[in-house]
């Protein structure tokens, strides 16, 4: 049975800094892209950024890049997204996912290719 598992969240100050995990059982990332998405009431999921895990490429969203960063372990079991900066607007249900395949930003950014996703984790910014 396959599981993602997100962790990490929490409430910080803006400013502040977070570091999300995701982790899975069941499979393993080594051929697969990983995503990270966040999504609030009312409004539709959104791809904040995704590692290749095989390449290594990895992809971010306009209004998180130079504030978040993406990696993966030296066992490739587990996926981290440190956010720093974090803002007010940033304030959102994080979700990991994955998927069978690689491509350009526009594809690994988009919800619909994911075919495995976890449950959230909750990151409250507080102005």
């Known amino acids: 049975d396959v599981q993602l598992q997100a962790s990490g969240g929490g409430f910080v100050q803006a400013g502040g800094s977070l570091r999300l995990s995701c982790a899975a059982t069941?499979?393993?990332?080594?051929?697969?892209?990983i995503g990270w998405f966040r999504q609030v009431p009312g409004k539709e999921r959104e791809g904040v950024s995704s590692?290749?895990?095989?390449?290594?490429?990895?992809y971010y969203s306009d209004s998180v890049k130079g504030r978040f960063t993406i990696s993966t372990n030296s066992a490739r079991d587990t996926v981290n997204l440190e956010m720093n900066g974090l803002k007010p607007e940033d304030t959102a249900v994080y979700y990991c996912?994955?998927?069978?395949?690689?491509?350009?930003?526009?594809?690994?950014?988009?919800?619909?290719?994911?075919?495995?996703w976890g449950k959230g984790t909750l990151v409250t910014v507080s102005s």
């Open positions: 996912a994955a998927f069978d395949g690689f491509g350009s930003a526009g594809r690994v950014l988009g919800a619909d290719v994911y075919n495995y």
């Open positions: 069941g499979f393993y990332f080594d051929d697969r892209t």
């Open positions: 590692i290749s895990i095989p390449y290594g490429r990895t």
